[in-house]
């Protein structure tokens, strides 16, 4: 790893006039200071980009950018890695914080054998903080192979699935990045980038060999009414990327993500739509076999 290396603090932003200079100031306060941070205002209708204007004006480190035509959050993202410059990426939505040590904390940990490094995560409102990611274990090394398959069948350790708690190779951003992804289900990823930031982690474990989490958590997301993760039902968005990436990489777990499925639904009273899509399954006694193992 090349020593001292450039960051660059990703901040694609939209109609955030009144919390976007609270994200900003989380970035440029990293104790890391070889940083650049890029904020690409995606053509709000509110005072935004007069609010980053000021801020560019005071810090030289900040470049911002504006779209001409809203062009929705994924290629609005896909905006700021190509206007990066470091070696290394850290998206950093527009209502969500780090802490002061986040760039220091991830990039010591990084090494040529790692895909990403993951923080622990503290979910905030007004006056109420909330742990957000109690299962993952802290400063813990585990496995691509275990990530994934944990990821793509059980998430009991509690993995995030969101980017803006963790740190990438700036390259492996613009490789992994999938704007959107044909289905049958008339699902816009472009949208709201519900499994695009899954599909982030995913295509990124399949390049190297293992992954790291912080030992505390130094992300933190705002909770509020306009968040996406809030305003908007995502699930069946996140059940099809993960589909689509099995078929795709690891079709003997059909099977299982089938089981998986169908007892979520047995649980929920609920119809997936991707249900019809997984086709027959040759070994549901071995999928639920498989579930009931790692339940006990």
Known sequence: MIKNPLVSILIPVYN???????TIESAINQTYTNIEIIIVDNCSTDETWVVLKNFAAKDSRIKIFQNDVNVGP???WKRCIDEAKGEYGKILFSDDLISENFIEETLAVFDEQTAFVLSKIKVFATDVEKDYSEK???NTIHSSSFYLQDVLLNNFYGFSVSPGCSLFRTSDLRTSLIIDIPNTLNLDFK???AGNDLLLFLNTALLYSKIK???KAVAFFRSHKDSFTISNQLGVYYDFSRLYFIEK???HYLSKFKTLTWLKMKKHGTINPIFPLLGESHNWSYGIKFIFKKLK
């Open 249 to 251: 990489h690891f079709p």
């Open 136 to 138: 993952v274990e802290v």
């Open 213 to 215: 989490t912080t030992n």
């Open 191 to 193: 949208k709201f980038g």
């Open 16 to 22: 955030r006039e009144y919390i976007v200079g609270e």
């Open 74 to 76: 994924v290629l609005n």
